[in-house]
């Protein structure tokens, strides 16, 4: 019986993502993608994967996403497609690498420059952008919202050690949450709005508590809502 050692599965895997992201991981099937991403996640379950492996396929997705960001000029509708197909590629490997890693946080600091690009783009975007859709707001605050929810002090800490305005980065955050359309996204985002009033400063909390908990409140509603009269069960 041949056995496949699991490096050899690891290198094969990083070959797909490379050969995906080299030509176009938008012109892929979508399930194709989802069908590599449900593999990679369940060689991690059995323990043929771990996070440093992981976090080498963030890696060529982190430079493929940068690359295309540097480009000069407007970005064409192309550009913004596979920006935002890398992206769903890069929330789904945040939360196994999350789940894999459990209370050792080290892996973070490998997604600060990610989180730049995100906040970064989540401020420059403006209101009603054509070119961007839902599915790329959903997508960009997927990736905010669990970096929130893992550790909320360090995304403080990455927004503070690169002096960006904090008052434009919670008011594009909170502006941008009306895109979110997924109930899991929404879910998600709830969390990470908990999360992060517990770590802003006072000033900012009297600011914004009323906005976010308008953002919140009907999210929280519409769930209680379904778990009393379907059944419905979120936990």
């Not at 194709?32 to 449900?38: G, K, N, Q, R």
């Not at 783009?121 to 893992?150: H, M, P, Q, W």
């Not at 305005?165 to 929404?186: C, E, F, G, Y």
């Not at 769930?223 to 936990?235: E, I, L, P, R, S």
């Amino acid at each position: 019986v041949c056995r496949v050692e699991s490096t050899e599965i690891s290198a094969l895997l990083n070959s797909l993502l490379s050969s995906f992201l080299q030509t176009g991981m938008a012109n892929q099937d979508s399930q194709v993608i989802a069908t590599l991403m449900d593999v990679i996640e369940e060689y991690l379950l059995m323990g043929h994967l771990d996070t440093s492996e992981m976090l080498q396929m963030l890696q060529l997705c982190q430079e493929k996403l940068f690359s295309l960001s540097q480009t000069q000029g407007e970005s064409s509708d192309s550009d913004l497609q596979e920006r935002n197909a890398i992206l769903s590629v890069v929330v789904t490997l945040f939360r196994l690498i999350a789940a894999a890693a459990g209370q050792d946080q080290s892996y973070l600091s490998q997604f600060d420059r990610l989180v730049i690009y995100a906040v970064m783009d989540l401020c420059s975007v403006k209101e009603g952008a054509i070119a961007y859709s839902s599915l790329y707001f959903t997508n960009l605050l997927g990736f905010i919202d669990r970096v929130i929810i893992a550790n909320a002090a360090h995304f403080m800490s990455i927004i503070e050690s690169n002096s960006m305005n904090l008052d434009v980065v919670l008011s594009a955050w909170i502006t941008k949450q009306k895109n979110l359309v997924p109930q899991n996204a929404r879910r998600i985002n709830l969390v990470a709005s908990c999360e992060i009033l517990s770590v802003i400063n006072l000033d900012f909390l009297r600011k914004y508590v009323n906005e976010i908990f308008e953002s919140i409140l009907p999210i929280i509603e519409t769930f209680m809502y379904a778990k009393f009269t379907q059944g419905v069960n979120y936990a």
